[in-house]
Nanobody, 120 residues
Framework: QVQLVESGGGLVQAGGSLRLSCAAS????????MGWYRQVPGEQRETVAT???????TYADSVKTRFTISRDNGKKSVYLQMNNLKPEDTAVYYC??????????????WGQGTQVTVSS
């Protein structure tokens, strides 16, 4: 079992910043891929940013000049620094990690989600 725990969400005014953190734990051998996703009620979950084991990053067009994803392999963690937040960034943000367990099985785990609310 691999668990992901997110933290760092909250309420912020437009133009402000937040930093989301996500820590993985459990029977982890390696983490190949980590990412942040977000979902607004009634809409599909969308990809915000991803980072590979080689630290290659991707971003949604709507956030690429404002958000930065990073990972700390030693801490099995991924972070999302969000600057210049806009009301349209309001959503529940989810962390995802994919890799291999110590039993050499594959895992694809999600966090419980953290609410980010940006007021205008």
């Amino acid at each position: 079992q691999v668990q992901l725990v997110e933290s760092g969400g909250g309420l912020v005014q437009a133009g402000g910043s937040l930093r989301l953190s996500c820590a993985a734990s459990g029977n982890i051998f390696s983490i190949d891929f980590m990412g942040w996703y977000r979902q607004v009620p009634g809409e599909q979950r969308e990809t915000v940013a991803t980072v590979s084991s080689g630290r290659t990053t991707t971003y949604a067009d709507s956030v690429k000049t404002r958000f930065t994803i990073s990972r700390d392999n030693g801490k099995k963690s991924v972070y999302l620094q969000m600057n210049n937040l806009k009301p349209e960034d309001t959503a529940v943000y989810y962390c995802n990690a994919r890799g291999a367990t110590t039993s050499m099985t594959r895992f694809n785990s999600w966090g419980q989600g953290t609410q980010v609310t940006v007021s205008s």
